[in-house]
């Protein structure tokens, strides 16, 4: 509890804890001592205050596991928080942790019932949603799927340390030759017709693939899944790209751009948000959005309407980018 009284000094209205009645002390404006008075000493036009509310936090460093709760709370949120440390053997099984070491922070609308459902249907709602790095990649789509196939199962995506990315099914580190059979068409004379490889015969170099003379060299392959004769681009986020390219280093997918008309960066975004939540790293100008983890990334960046430039979503291994990135040639080599 909190008194309000006046400094005889400079009448400036003081608010002290009730707990210093008795005691003396400077008035903090003008140095004048003051007598701290008990509460019968108070005139009645002067109760005591209510505590003053916690301070905002001006940080996220500096805030406490309660007060994100809180302010969740603040801004009528539920939010329920396991804060534990895993442990040397770093084991994830609550049963594991000591009671000392476990805090479970909820707001405050959660009571014993609800926590008990929200425990319940948490793993019912979200396991499905988690796809294991060892896991098999999800099966393939058309090229005009919609935004939930382009992008895999919405949701929930617990961005785990050694994630390896993927989009239209096709994963980070997938092989070539799966690759080449997953997207195989072949025309009524049999020959096949894609996917578009620079390994090929006819189509290492061209412009349609963006592959430079030095790539075949160094074990870089370029690849399309659609053919640009027909004009018909696959889609990311339910919209048709300018051009979706695959790139792949020893027989290992690297890397997956796609270019898109800027004036639909905000569709694209809204997917990827959906699916991977708010990113590792925001640039504001130009923008770009990057979500990272330990071994790959997803790289979101806006393009310009005047000049008109695409925006460009790419999907990296980092270990496998900086293999190829190793193999450019250097110096009088790059002629």
């Known amino acids: 509890m909190f008194l309000r009284i006046e400094c005889p000094g400079c009448k400036a209205i003081l608010q002290v804890e009730e707990a210093l009645a008795g005691k003396q002390g400077k008035c903090i404006h003008c140095g004048h001592r003051i007598i ?19 301070q905002p936090v001006q940080f996220l460093t500096e805030a406490s596991p309660e007060s994100m709760v809180r302010e969740l709370f603040d801004r009528k949120k539920s939010a329920l928080l396991l804060v534990f440390d895993p442990g040397e053997d770093e084991s994830y099984d609550l049963e594991d942790v000591p009671d000392n070491k476990l805090k479970c922070i909820a ?17 019912k709602r979200f396991a499905p949603r988690w796809i294991a790095p060892a896991a098999t990649s999800p099966p393939g789509v058309t090229q005009q799927g919609s935004a939930s196939s382009d992008f895999g199962q919405s949701g929930i995506n617990l961005m785990a340390q050694d994630q390896l990315f993927e989009l239209k099914g ?40 963006h592959s430079e003379a030095w790539h075949r060299h160094a074990g870089i392959i370029h690849a399309r899944i659609d053919n640009p004769a027909e004009d018909n681009s696959p889609t990311i986020a339910g919209l048709k790209t300018d051009l979706l390219l695959y790139y792949f280093i020893d027989g290992r997918l690297f890397r997956i751009s796609a270019f898109f008309a800027t004036d639909q960066f905000h569709v694209v975004s809204d997917a ?33 309407v005047h000049p008109r430039t695409p925006s460009t979503l790419n999907i990296i291994h980092k270990q496998l980018l900086t293999t190829a990135e190793s193999r450019a040639p250097k110096g009088a080599a790059d002629i």
Do not use: H
């Open 272 to 304: 990827v948000l959906k699916k991977y939540g708010p990113p590792t790293r925001e640039i504001k100008q130009p923008r770009e959005m990057i979500w990272e983890n330990a071994v790959a990334m997803v790289d979101l960046m806006r393009g310009s």
């Open 170 to 209: 096709d994963r980070l580190g997938m092989t070539l030759d799966d690759f080449k059979k997953k997207y195989a068409r072949f025309t009524n004379d049999g020959r096949q017709d894609l996917p578009i490889c620079s390994d090929q015969g006819y189509g290492g170099g061209r412009a349609d693939l």
């Open 36 to 54: 701290v008075p008990n509460q019968s000493g108070l005139a009645a036009s002067a109760p005591p205050l209510p505590p003053p509310p916690p």
């Open 107 to 123: 707001t405050e609308d959660i009571n014993q019932a609800r926590f008990a459902a929200v425990v319940a249907s948490f793993s």
